[in-house]
């Protein structure tokens, strides 16, 4: 029999955290994010989920939007990574995938295959890792034209790099920026809404956004939880104990006796570790919860366990599961304790734990 740790995937809080986010975007429509596997959590499942509510999708690249397509979903796919070699211009065109275009490369590219797909082109408006920059649009709108894949162009996307810090005036920079580089085409479509841009009262997010940590319930925002967003968990983390005994004062716990009890100490021990993606770094103190009751770690965080404080849940036995993170421990509470944040424990979920779809 298998061991019970799994990630369970509750579909009906991904579309309730889908609708804010399509509400905190009116009259802008939302492109659902459902890149790295759907953020951990299985990009056919999260697609599928959304199919009635999601009028387009978004991913990094082919391979995601072709397992979106495999899945019988009609929406179009929009490739943020843009395309990586030239025949894939031939097979966007082909299965309905709007690539991102952002480097002459591309162009290059698009102009030797004569493929001619719906596309967006990205502009740097300051973050500086993808993009035109706003001084070369005249130029890219004027190569288009010679080439005749200006009828394809549906618009214009940039991203912004601060926009999770309320402190920070660099999202209202990127914004002026982007509307000064687009402004000579106001019949194109422009998108510029990461999850954390829902969040800035007043920020235009034209006529797409790009909800993505959001619709999975982790916060976008630096400071806060999804919780305290109104956002949903999508995934609770769980795994048995599969052992408890009590720690004597002065007895450590674990790889390099990183905990040492200052008194007694009921403690568990729960199938689950670095292995399973749990991250190495949650130390002691981490969150964790136990028949409804919180808890935390212990010590050093093994490849296939650790260790959980008891004393708050003195009647906890072994096979009762574990909460990692989930409604009773946000994903984001753990990120803090693990010094990152909750994309990469969300994604970072191995593939020996199953994920069960509610």
Not at 35 to 56: C, E, S, T
Not at 75 to 92: K, N, R, S, T
Not at 160 to 178: G, I, N, V, W, Y
Not at 290 to 301: F, K, P, S
């Amino acid at each position: 029999m298998p061991r019970s740790t799994v990630a369970r995937i509750d579909l009906e809080a991904l579309r309730h955290n889908y609708r804010l986010a399509s509400e905190r975007a009116a009259p802008a429509l939302s492109m659902a994010v459902v890149k790295a596997d759907g953020y951990g959590h299985g990009i056919v499942p999260v697609a599928q989920a959304l199919a009635d509510d999601a009028p387009k999708y978004a991913v990094a690249c082919l391979g995601e939007a072709e397992a979106i397509r495999d899945a019988g979903l009609l929406q179009p796919v929009v490739m943020l990574q843009g395309v990586h070699a030239p025949e894939d211009f031939g097979l966007c065109a082909r299965r309905g995938f709007e690539p991102v275009v952002h480097g002459h490369h591309q162009l290059d590219w698009l102009a030797q295959t004569g493929a001619r797909p719906a596309f967006w082109l990205k502009v740097n408006s300051g973050m500086n890792r993808l993009g035109f920059q706003p001084d070369e649009l005249v130029q890219v709108m004027t190569r288009l034209d010679a080439m005749g894949a200006r009828p394809g162009l549906l618009g214009f996307v940039t991203h912004f790099a601060c926009a999770d810090d309320d402190k920070s005036s660099m999202t209202r920079e990127q914004t002026l920026c982007f509307e000064q580089a687009t402004a000579a085409w106001p019949e194109l479509m422009r998108s510029v809404g990461n999850s954390a841009a829902h969040f800035i009262h007043d920020q235009p997010l034209y006529d797409w956004s790009r909800p993505g940590i959001m619709l999975y319930g982790g916060s976008p925002k630096l400071a806060q939880t999804g919780p305290e967003l109104g956002l949903k968990p999508v995934m609770s983390l769980e795994a048995p104990l599969i052992t408890t005994r009590t720690v004597r004062a002065g007895e450590s716990i674990g790889y390099g006796a990183g905990f040492v009890a200052d008194r007694d100490t009921p403690m568990g021990m729960v199938a689950i570790g670095y292995g399973d993606g749990y991250p190495r770094h949650a130390g002691t103190g981490t969150p964790a919860a136990v028949n409804g009751q919180r808890i935390r770690l212990l010590g050093r965080v093994s490849m296939d366990m650790l260790a959980v404080d008891l004393s708050n849940a003195p009647d906890a036995k072994a096979g009762d599961l574990v909460e990692l993170w989930g409604g009773a421990v946000a994903v984001d509470e753990v990120a803090s304790c693990a010094g990152t944040i909750s994309y990469e424990l969300l994604t970072g979920i191995t593939a020996r734990v199953p994920r069960v779809y509610i």
